[in-house]
């Protein structure tokens, strides 16, 4: 789904003996794990039990309680991802091509809007704004910043929410053409996505 090469620096994630607190409760703690170029880490877990909090920490938003993060994948490892929440973050009154433009020229973007468009099946609804969206075209739109600026890790909140079965299946090329050209998905999700995990973690509460 996507004509690049490899990514020239080979990203990788290392999460040493994390803990993470909220409020005052520990959502979980010691947790370990490294997702090597190429790797898919699916993160399930109950509401609450801190799956978002993770990805927060790895993105650099969330203080660990203890424990270390350690993040490669260019000269400035914040540079190197892309963190897609659990909330679309669009604008309502602003349309389609209006977001993929800003966010080209925020994130210096090179793919078209119209080749974005296209392979997130948004051709149609690219001058409508996101208010008259349906919830899928929304979720959708909102995944377009992984292919208008392209980052070597993808942290993903819930990223299969409102999609039906054709967006699910956009998404699952979307990572397996990421991780083809070695990079990293890290996603909270409340059960699988479809693509097999080099590693499976579960927190609870």
């Known amino acids: 789904m996507s004509a690049r090469g ?4 080979k990203p990788s994630i290392r999460v040493e003996a994390l803990s993470l607190s909220r409020g005052g409760r520990i959502l979980f703690e010691n947790m370990s794990f490294a997702a090597p170029s190429g790797g898919y880490v699916e993160v399930q877990g109950s509401n609450g039990s801190g799956k978002t909090s993770l990805l927060r920490a790895i993105a650099g938003l969330l203080r660990p309680s203890s424990g270390a993060i350690s993040i490669e994948g ?3 490892p914040s540079l ?4 897609v929440g659990h909330a679309n973050a669009l604008k309502r009154e602003t349309s389609v091509r209006e977001h993929l433009h800003y966010w080209s020229g925020l994130f210096d973007g090179s793919p078209s809007e119209d080749f974005v468009a296209q392979i997130l099946d948004l051709t149609r609804v690219m001058a409508l704004p996101v208010r008259v969206l349906s919830q899928g075209q929304a979720r959708r739109l909102a995944l377009a910043r992984l292919i208008v600026a392209p980052r070597p890790i993808w942290l993903l909140d819930e990223p299969a929410a409102a999609l039906d079965d054709a967006g699910k299946a956009v998404l699952n090329e979307l990572i397996a053409s990421h991780r083809a050209r070695g990079g ?13 995990p080099t590693q499976s973690l579960r927190v609870s509460r």
């Not at 490899?6 to 620096?9: G, K, T």
């Not at 190197?80 to 963190?83: K, P, R």
């Not at 998905?185 to 479809?194: F, I, T």
């Open 6 to 9: 490899p990514f020239q620096d």
């Open 74 to 76: 260019g000269e400035e």
């Open 80 to 83: 190197a991802l892309h963190y």
């Open 184 to 196: 990293i998905v890290v996603a909270a999700v409340h059960e699988p996505l479809g693509p097999q």
